[in-house]
């Protein structure tokens, strides 16, 4: 199996996922220019360009954040990252993903992170947060996880947290917000995720 990831990227949710599953996979850099190790262009496994893409041993190929994290989890032993069955937590499980995807990834943090919003279209964006912030804020108040345990939802809401500061989106204004992030961030798997990414970053 391979994770194409960017570091830092949504992509990063993934990674936590695999370590959280001990699932062994490989992990492919996509660089700028979208030209892969082996001479192939990115696009040819991800037609709009984006990370993550997962192709597994079979060939089968995997696109979107939401999809991808739920594929892990059910390869993870039962039940370790998600609920399984038809259960309201799974659909819940389900709906954070959605929401992580489209309130706050492509809403607010794609404009403030990329190089093509201009500046009333960056207003916007920043002015999108309050609502979604506020709703995971009240959520989460007195909560550890978004559901009753660690899955792959809360990988990638930790993964759009961490976008904050160069977005420009002042996260200690929500601070159980802040705090989930800490504590996500302390938890081993994250930590060595992350710590994998960073030189990676730095490097770029
Ligand atoms: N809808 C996609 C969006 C993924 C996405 O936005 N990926 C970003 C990184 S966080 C990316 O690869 N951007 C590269 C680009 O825009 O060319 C998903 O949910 O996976």
Do not use: Q
């Not at 700028?32 to 082996?38: E, V």
């Not at 989930?180 to 798997?189: F, H, I, K, V």
Request: charged letters at 20%.
């Amino acid at each position: 199996m391979k994770l194409y990831f960017r570091p830092f990227a949504c992509s990063l949710a993934a990674r936590i996922a695999l370590i959280e599953a001990e699932l062994d996979a490989e992990l492919v850099a996509v660089p700028a220019d979208g030209r892969l190790p082996d001479g192939r262009d990115f696009r040819e496994i991800s037609p709009m360009g984006y990370v993550p893409a997962l192709e597994t041993g079979n060939g089968f190929v995997l696109t979107e954040g939401p999809a991808v994290l739920t594929y892990i989890a059910e390869l993870a032993p039962e039940g370790a990252l998600s609920f399984t069955g038809f259960s309201n937590a799974h659909y819940r499980m389900l709906a954070w993903l959605n929401f992580t995807g489209t309130e706050l990834h492509k809403s607010v943090f794609t404009p403030l992170l990329g190089k093509t919003a201009g500046p009333e279209e960056r207003a916007a964006a920043r002015a999108r947060v309050a609502k979604p912030f506020g709703v995971l804020a009240a959520h989460l108040e007195g909560r550890d996880f978004l559901e009753d345990r660690f899955t792959v939802a809360d990988a990638y809401l930790l993964t759009v947290l961490n976008w904050c500061e160069t977005a420009g989106v002042a996260i200690a204004d929500w601070p159980v917000l802040l705090a989930y992030r800490t504590r996500l961030r302390a938890r081993p798997t994250v930590a060595r995720a992350m710590a994998e990414e960073w030189p990676l970053l730095k490097a770029a």
